[in-house]
């Protein structure tokens, strides 16, 4: 977490600039109960593209679909979205739309579809342990829609998701191979050194320019890790979370995977 004020974050991600890193801004909520909700989102994430544009930070925005009202009206979060990637286009800037539970899924990516038809500075996100995404990777690449390509961190059943582990990590190295191959702008978000190896080796057999795509990686995870790789030419950007809702996002990825909890014990000791 780098606080719970916009000005807490902007002092991360101008911290992070400092060092040769990039930034994206994350105003953390999710699955509003109101239209006043979805709209307070709406403008605080406006309000945090017009900051990163008058400090001149290199940073885009992360945003959640339920953040803006998805679960209470589908019209009114496509124009809160709108707005907001409107916003950044205006300014220079770049909106990612993160990906939720697989009950979001479909809308989400119609969604990103949609705005995307409007305003280019949007992209998406796929989950490497959902059996469907690559499929999603291929109808986003004809469209010419940047992914970040995760791992995924909700809990989902075996008929839809990968369970092992092994299964995700394969099919995360194939995802990454297809989207590398595409000649667009993507990000591989990990912090597994095996996997960041792998897309490292792979970009260099197709002669990829180190600068082609990017590593994406949490803040205050495996800082060491994200300062070599920007020391090594590639290009890093660190998400970066803020917001007052900070505990119930906390306790939520705890309890949605239990590997999430060996995840973190372990980078605290690191």
């Known amino acids: 977490m780098a606080g719970e004020s916009l000005a807490q974050a902007a002092a991360a991600a ?3 600039n400092s060092s040769g890193l990039l930034a994206t801004l994350d105003h953390l909520g999710e699955n509003v109960a109101s239209a006043a909700a979805a709209a307070a989102a709406r403008d605080t994430y406006i309000e945090t593209l017009a900051e990163i544009h008058r400090q001149s930070l290199r940073s885009g925005i992360s945003v959640k679909l339920t953040q803006l009202g998805l679960d209470i009206s589908e019209e009114q979060c496509a124009s809160n979205l709108e707005a907001v990637v409107r916003y950044a286009q205006e300014t220079g800037s770049f909106v990612r739309v993160d990906m939720e539970g697989s009950a979001y899924t479909d809308r989400t990516l119609a969604l990103v579809r949609r705005t995307h038809e409007k305003h ?41 998701a990968f369970p092992s582990k092994a299964d995700v990590d394969r099919n995360y190295l194939h995802l990454m191979r297809l989207l590398l191959s595409s000649g667009i702008y993507h990000a591989i978000a990990t912090h597994d050194p095996r996997i960041i190896a792998g897309a490292c080796r792979f970009a260099a057999e197709r002669n990829l320019s180190r600068n082609a795509f990017e590593f994406q990686m949490l803040y205050g995870i495996r ?3 994200q300062q070599q790789l920007a020391r090594d030419g590639y290009r890093v950007r660190v998400y970066v979370p803020f917001g007052r809702e900070w505990f119930a996002y906390f306790m939520r990825r705890l309890a949605e995977r239990p590997a999430n909890v060996l995840f973190l014990v372990r980078n605290l000791f690191r």
């Open 223 to 225: 800082p060491d890790l």
């Open 14 to 16: 101008r911290e992070l």
């Open 120 to 160: 280019r500075r949007v992209g998406a996100v796929l989950q490497a342990y959902l059996r469907r995404s690559e499929k999603d990777a291929e109808d986003l690449l004809r469209e010419g829609i940047t992914i970040r390509l995760c791992k995924g961190a909700y809990n989902e059943p075996p008929r839809i």
